[in-house]
């Protein structure tokens, strides 16, 4: 899906800023976006148990003094606010191509904690980007508000059972002699009972 938007992209003005979701960590992607001009994009790490461990051994000097609270919970009652400790370092991630390492890519890499999380998931919020210039609480903050995107594709998705096709029929994606994509839909009888 990056390929197409990227493709249909290159000839327009200004910046396109993606946001993914961690489905797109991939470090052969990271380098591709990375190394072209004028695209920024966003994404949450993978709490891959070795950053974990990395992240839990971060020092105190390492993190802002002030706390960051998303723009979106400042307006809830103070005991109903999580704060998080914010750090801004990098991440240098190998690059495999072929199974054979190929090199590195270098992201920001912008860290939430917070201390009173009782799984990996609620004490670490960690995002990957491509944006040096942006500030890290703002980037923060926006990636926040996409939470409620993914959360409401989510809920359709695999609570409600919405997708882009009921289960009875197959979509088959290819590529015509422009290069274009086309889809196709075919019912498939067998999936119906």
């Known amino acids: 899906m990056t390929r197409e938007i990227l493709r249909k992209w290159k000839s327009k003005n200004g910046f396109l800023r993606i946001f993914l979701d961690r489905g797109a960590f991939h470090a052969l992607l990271f380098q591709a976006l990375k190394a072209?001009?004028?695209?920024?994009?966003?994404?949450?790490a993978i709490r891959y148990p070795n950053y974990v461990e990395e992240?839990?051994?971060?020092?105190e000097d390492a993190f802002e003094d002030e706390l960051f609270i998303f723009e979106r919970d400042?307006?809830?009652p103070a005991d109903e606010q999580t704060s998080y400790q914010l750090a801004d370092t990098s991440r240098e991630?190998?690059?495999?191509?072929?199974?054979?390492?190929?090199?590195t890519v270098t992201?920001?890499?912008?860290?939430?904690?917070?201390?009173?999380g009782k799984t990996t998931a609620?004490?670490?919020?960690?995002?990957?980007t491509n944006d040096e210039d942006t500030p890290a609480d703002d980037i923060a903050d926006e990636y926040g508000d996409h939470w409620e995107h993914e959360m409401a594709h989510r809920g359709?998705?695999?609570n409600l059972c919405y997708d882009i096709l009921p289960p009875s029929y197959d979509?088959?994606?290819?590529?015509?002699e422009d290069g274009e994509l086309v889809r196709e839909t075919n019912l498939n009888i067998k999936n119906c009972f």
């Open 171 to 176: 979509l088959k994606t290819h590529r015509d």
């Open 156 to 158: 359709g998705k695999h």
């Open 36 to 44: 072209i001009p004028r695209v920024q994009f966003y994404l949450p």
């Open 107 to 116: 992201l920001r890499e912008i860290i939430l904690f917070n201390p009173q």
């Open 55 to 59: 992240w839990e051994e971060l020092s």
């Open 122 to 128: 609620k004490r670490w919020i960690v995002f990957l």
């Open 93 to 103: 991630i190998t690059v495999w191509k072929n199974n054979k390492k190929s090199g």
């Open 74 to 76: 400042k307006e809830k």
